[in-house]
């Protein structure tokens, strides 16, 4: 299986602070990279596919960038509703599998 | 808009089989270019891919489950469903259904149920 790390596990952030999260698979996945924001208790949401291709409806101030093993997602200026836990999917290879998560919290 | 829905036993005996179905409204199973998928999360931790029945009914399912796990589709009713075998208190997790949008070849999943959480216990 592909191994998805992502650093760091939790960051502490301010309203309109830019944060950067990592994702590294363990071996090539091309660009086939997605995100994903889930609050608590809720489903996720789908935020980037194709490692940087914006999904219709989020906002602009998501981004996402990489391909082969290192990826991030960037949130450029960050709102009270994003903070949540993010997991990065790899869909390269069967099983597609999911980082640990990272914890956004409030600084 | 799909919307997708959950349902089963929220409490399972160990060693017994876990059955879930899920309802879509507002698409179809039989739709081109769509995976149907279940995806678990243990209380507190990540996400893990169950497995999916593609829109022609075959299925993919993870490894680690493979000899425990089935899937299947319902075109009447509309309906994909997971049967996973030999339950143990490892297998207590929420369960999403969800479907994955594949646009040549880019796949992400873009709905989810709201989750069932099914208990392994006596």
């Known amino acids: 299986d592909i191994q998805m790390t992502q650093s760091p596990s939790s960051v502490s952030a301010s309203v309109g602070d830019r944060v950067t999260i990592t994702c590294r698979a363990s071996?090539?996945?091309?660009?086939?990279l997605a995100w994903y924001q889930q609050k608590q208790g809720k489903a996720p949401k789908v935020l980037i596919y194709?490692?940087?291709t914006l999904q219709s409806g989020v906002p602009s101030r998501f981004s996402g960038s990489g391909s082969g093993t290192d990826f991030t997602l960037t949130i450029h200026s960050l709102q009270p509703e994003d903070f949540a836990t993010y997991y990065c999917?790899?869909?390269?290879?069967?099983?597609?599998?999911f980082g640990q998560g990272t914890k956004v919290e409030i600084k | 808009q799909v919307q997708l829905q959950e349902s089963g036993p929220g409490l399972v005996n160990p060693s017994e089989t876990l059955s879930l179905t899920c309802t879509v409204s507002?698409?179809?199973?039989?739709?081109?270019?769509?995976?149907w998928s279940w995806i678990r999360q243990p209380p507190g931790k990540g996400l893990e891919w169950v497995g999916y029945?593609?829109?022609?009914?075959?299925?993919n399912y993870n490894p680690s489950l493979k000899s425990r796990v089935s899937m299947s589709r319902d075109t009447s009713k509309n309906q994909f469903s997971l049967r996973l075998t030999s339950v143990t208190a490892a297998d207590t997790a929420v369960y999403y259904c969800?479907?994955?949008?594949?646009?040549?070849?880019?796949?992400?999943?873009?709905?989810w149920g709201q989750g069932a959480l099914v208990t392994v216990s006596s």
């Open positions: 969800a479907r994955t949008r594949d646009s040549s070849g880019w796949y992400r999943v873009d709905s």
């Open positions: 507002g698409g179809s199973v039989s739709s081109g270019s769509y995976h």
């Open positions: 029945v593609f829109y022609t009914g075959s299925t």
């Open positions: 071996q090539d996945v091309n660009s086939w």
């Open positions: 194709a490692s940087s």
């Open positions: 999917q790899q869909t390269n290879a069967f099983p597609w599998t």
